[in-house]
């Protein structure tokens, strides 16, 4: 059972557009949001995180949108570039349970120059 | 500052054998975590510690051992591999009380 629903599995922008990578989940004990991005031969990397009790968190170009009544949370990449093609994947987790993640089945991003 | 560090990079095993994927961190962080990586399936948790000596099962543990015998070092042993445990598999560590995962660069696998 996925405790992480993210979809969609691929996108394709242009350069400067918005993507937008929904996650959604049931389990409201969690209490960490994080997305991480991946380049191909490498390991994860948190790119931004959020907490239930804010709505919106801007880093740079990427902003997560929190809606804790819907169980749901995106991921926003303003202005993108090429460089930002990469894998996606959001996450959650809870603190009495060491920190143990349980993450989305990716999203796969392209760029287009 | 090498972070997460895993060896071997890459592997090719033959059904029934065994090996033992390392992974070492240098950020003195109290909690480890062994994921595996598939297509179309994110990333799943197959054992995790939080301490040295210490070690629990995740969402995919079985077929797979663990053991953390210093805070540093995280083992993941496969006493009998079989081709479903073809994947990346991903070693990860965190401090504690604070939800931020350092990843290292993954082990490729093939069981054949």
């Known amino acids: 059972q996925q405790q992480v629903k993210q979809s969609p599995q691929s996108l394709i922008v242009q350069k400067g557009g918005i993507p937008i990578i929904n996650c959604a989940y049931e389990?409201?004990?969690?209490?960490?949001f994080p997305w991480y991005q991946q380049f191909p031969g490498k390991g994860p990397a948190l790119l931004i995180a959020?907490?239930?009790?804010?709505s919106e968190k801007k880093e740079g170009r990427f902003t997560i949108s929190f809606n804790k009544s819907a169980k749901q949370f995106s991921l926003h990449i303003m202005d993108s570039q090429p460089g930002d093609s990469a894998t996606y994947f959001c996450?959650?987790?809870?603190?009495?349970?060491?920190?143990?993640?349980?993450f989305g089945t990716g999203t796969s991003l392209t760029v287009i120059p | 500052n090498a972070g997460v560090t895993q060896t071997p990079k890459f592997r090719v095993l033959k059904t029934g054998q065994s090996m033992t994927l390392l992974c070492a961190q240098d950020?003195?962080?109290?909690?480890m975590y062994w994921y595996r990586q598939d297509p179309g399936m994110g990333l799943r948790l197959i054992h995790y510690?939080?301490?040295?000596?210490?070690?629990a099962k995740g969402e995919v543990p079985d077929g797979y051992n663990v053991s953390r015998l210093k805070k540093q070092n995280f083992l993941l042993g496969l006493e009998s591999a079989a081709p479903s445990q073809t994947s990346v598999y991903f070693c990860?560590?965190?401090?504690?009380?604070?939800?931020?995962?350092?990843f290292g660069s993954g082990t490729r696998l093939t069981v054949v």
């Open positions: 996450a959650a987790s809870m603190r009495s349970t060491g920190n143990q993640f349980y």
């Open positions: 510690s939080v301490g040295e000596g210490t070690t």
């Open positions: 950020m003195n962080h109290e909690y």
């Open positions: 389990n409201t004990a969690f209490d960490y």
């Open positions: 990860a560590s965190s401090q504690l009380n604070q939800a931020r995962y350092t």
């Open positions: 959020i907490r239930p009790d804010v």
